[in-house]
């Protein structure tokens, strides 16, 4: 595996573990850092947000779209 694609593999885990815990425990996660109880429709919608760009990431992993690679990085 090249470096690049390792950095986007680890990036849409990343995300991976963000949609996952905004979908399922959205209010505890978001007070953790410190912010004030969210509307429970809003961050769940941005939950699935990141789920789509992550599924996106995994597609061009897989793909190796090196030139997806490019757009990203700048």
């Known amino acids: 595996m090249r470096q690049s694609s390792l950095s986007m593999l680890v ?12 979908l399922l425990i959205p209010a505890p996660f978001v007070m953790f850092f410190g912010f004030e109880r969210p509307d ?6 941005f939950g699935i947000i990141l789920g789509i760009l992550t599924y996106y990431y ?3 992993i ?3 779209a090196f ?5 990203t990085s700048i």
Request: hydrophobic share 60%; with cysteine.
């Open 11 to 22: 990036f849409a885990v990343y995300m991976g573990i963000l949609c996952v815990a905004l």
């Open 58 to 60: 995994a597609m061009a």
């Open 67 to 71: 030139q997806f690679y490019r757009w």
């Open 40 to 45: 429970p429709l809003w961050i769940r919608i």
């Open 62 to 64: 897989r793909e190796e």
